[in-house]
């Protein structure tokens, strides 16, 4: 299978500056092997007259990388494996930079991807086809949430969510737990997806849990399904806790 390349967008604010810069995330050495290169920085597209900062160095003064501005944080620990040629790294690289919006864009994007051609020529995943998830991958994708979060979005979150006493698996009560409803005008609702979304992309802001978002418009089973996902009743992060 061929590898599956992404390019998205991110913006990253220059604070001294308050000027937005466009990022894209790059194709980089190592990413074949399924590590992620501290070489894989985005590119900075601003004006000449402005003074441009490594990404990375910018990143590193938000996140728990190295706080010298000389130095680059590493991102050598990161392995991306995939049983299917799956590429990562623009999933690591959003993450890193607090891009939880497009992070979560290409989490449902992957899911299509990894879970085989019917689920690609369809454009979604159908709920029988969670447990068939290649298990490489879906490690990938949940360290890499957990890590850049600081152990507040991913499914395995979600999951111990949804399995506390006061919600009991319940749908709409573990949808006001993770901040998926709203009140309005006495009413309660859930979150405008569509157009511009309500939903919350900031990690201080944003209810534990909150992130990555399913779609429940064709039943509430996907997201069950991805929430009882059998990896995550193992051991599969006991290596990554020890550190």
């Not at 399924?34 to 402005?50: D, I, W």
């Not at 992070?103 to 899911?111: C, G, P, S």
């Not at 499914?155 to 573990?174: C, H, L, M, P, S």
Request: glycine share 8%.
């Amino acid at each position: 299978m061929k590898r599956v390349g992404a390019s998205y967008l991110g913006l990253i604010l220059l604070s001294s500056l308050h000027q937005v810069a466009a990022f894209s995330p790059l194709a980089v050495p190592g990413a074949s092997s399924g590590r992620l290169s501290t070489h894989s920085r985005g590119t900075l597209k601003v004006k000449p007259s402005l003074p441009c900062r490594p990404l990375l160095s910018t990143v590193s003064e938000s996140t728990d990388a190295p706080s010298s501005k000389n130095t680059a944080p590493t991102m050598e620990k990161d392995v991306l494996k995939s049983e299917c040629g799956m590429d990562y790294v623009p999933l690591a690289n959003m993450l890193l930079i607090g891009d939880f919006k497009g992070a979560d864009q290409f989490t449902r994007d992957a899911l299509i991807q990894i879970a085989g051609e019917n689920a690609r020529k369809r454009g979604y995943v159908y709920f029988t086809e969670v447990k068939g998830l290649p298990e490489a991958d879906m490690a990938t994708i949940e360290k890499l949430w957990l890590k850049y979060s600081k152990g507040k979005f991913g499914y395995t979150v979600q999951r111990a969510i949804w399995n506390q006493v006061t919600v009991g698996k319940d749908f709409e009560r573990f949808c006001r737990k993770i901040g998926w409803n709203t009140v309005e005008n006495g009413i309660e609702r859930k979150l405008k997806w569509f157009g511009k979304s309500e939903f919350i992309y900031d990690l201080e802001k944003a209810p534990v849990g909150h992130l990555p978002l399913t779609s429940a418009l064709r039943g509430t089973s996907l997201l069950k399904n991805l929430l009882t996902y059998p990896l995550w009743a193992t051991e599969w992060n006991k290596d990554e806790k020890k550190e």
